[in-house]
């Protein structure tokens, strides 16, 4: 099993939407970034790529390529899940914290973990989203910013198909014999 932690946060301005896991959150506050900085699934995709030791997302997509200007990051979240895959890893969950003083986001995060579990192929169940304040301490409880931390397990194929069957299941994916 391999573990991977992600980090990410952006600032508060007016003039943008605020999306978080893929969703259209209300707010008269948005994030800037050069995607369309989902700070969420920007951890999420920094912990799955560092389990998997592929980098970072800054590694991937740049914030200098106009190619990933406005992009949605359920489209970035894409390509790290191909990227996995192709490494041959199993996502096995992913917990993830929001850190924003408002706006709340219980309403919201249903939908955020069936849009993560969607994009990556995997049971909804398998991921775990929550929100929290800091108590209007710091740059994330003054509404400046918000921030998100992920954490994630990932399987290789042989190792998962071990678990699941109890011996190879000839899918071909590896080298074992």
Known sequence: MRVGMGYDVHKLVEG???????????????????????VLLHAIMDA???AAALGDIGKHFPDTDPAYEGISSLKLLEHVRDLIAKKGYVIENIDATV???KPKLR???EQM???????????????NIKA???E???????EEGIAS??????????EASMQVGGGCSGCGGCQAD
């Open 136 to 142: 209007w301490l710091g740059f994330t409880g003054r």
């Open 113 to 127: 973990e069936q849009n993560v579990a969607d994009t990556l192929q995997i049971a909804k169940e398998q991921v």
């Open 99 to 101: 850190i924003a003083q």
């Open 16 to 38: 943008r939407d605020l999306i978080l896991g893929g969703v259209k959150v209300p707010h008269t506050l948005g994030l800037l970034g050069h995607s369309d900085a989902d």
């Open 149 to 158: 931390q992920a954490i994630c397990s990932l399987t290789g194929l042989y």
């Open 107 to 109: 309403p919201y995060i």
């Open 48 to 50: 799955l790529l560092g």
């Open 132 to 134: 929290t304040t800091e």
